[in-house]
């Protein structure tokens, strides 16, 4: 019978520690930025929801669940969310990418049939696709739906044109 972790609730840094997970671990640049948010409860229940919702879909223990746990934190931390819909989505894409990481590695092990392996690869494809979405999704409220071109260097001879974006070169005969 598999253990399940003891569920977190959080408030200040130190509480995020617990079996399997130690924020000291966290790089100096993350533990600044989740003790900027510890402030606000909801942040603190995003993370402890990552946190737990990992420990449960991914199947690593020990040293390795701590160090993918830290992992997480940290991405979370690095989305830089401005708002609660922008963080439940980020927290999203990140639980997406590690269920597909735990998926894809059990499918690299040899000790389970062809076809086990067939299936786990399929559905870690399909959680890796299905964070991917999320990203884009996340990329498209982030920047509220505006495109930004950047042009590094344009040279225009005299009486040139310059041109961004696609060109036809096609002329119609007639």
């Known amino acids: 019978m598999a253990h ?3 569920a977190i609730t959080m408030t200040p840094v130190a509480r995020l520690s617990g079996p399997g997970y130690d924020v000291k ?4 640049e993350a533990r600044k930025k989740f003790t900027a948010m510890d402030s606000i409860p909801a ?5 402890s929801g990552l946190v737990n919702t990992l420990a449960d879909l991914c199947e690593y223990t020990g040293e390795a669940r701590a160090k993918k746990v830290n992992e997480a934190i940290e991405m979370f931390l690095e989305f830089g969310s401005e708002d609660m819909a922008q963080a439940m989505l980020a927290r999203d894409i990140i639980v997406g990418d590690k269920v597909s990481e735990s998926l894809l590695e059990r499918a690299r092990n040899l000790n389970i049939s062809r076809e086990e392996r067939d299936q786990l690869a399929e559905q870690g494809m399909k959680w890796k696709k299905l964070s991917m979405q999320q990203l884009q999704a996340w990329t498209k409220m982030r920047s509220k739906g505006k495109q930004q071109v950047i042009v590094k260097h344009v040279h225009v001879n005299d009486g040139g044109q310059a041109i961004v974006g696609a060109v036809n070169s096609k002329k119609s005969i007639e």
Request: hydrophobic content about 50%; charged content about 15%; glycine content about 8%.
């Open 43 to 47: 942040w603190e229940g995003l993370i």
């Open 4 to 6: 399940a972790p003891p």
């Open 25 to 28: 671990m966290l790089s100096d």
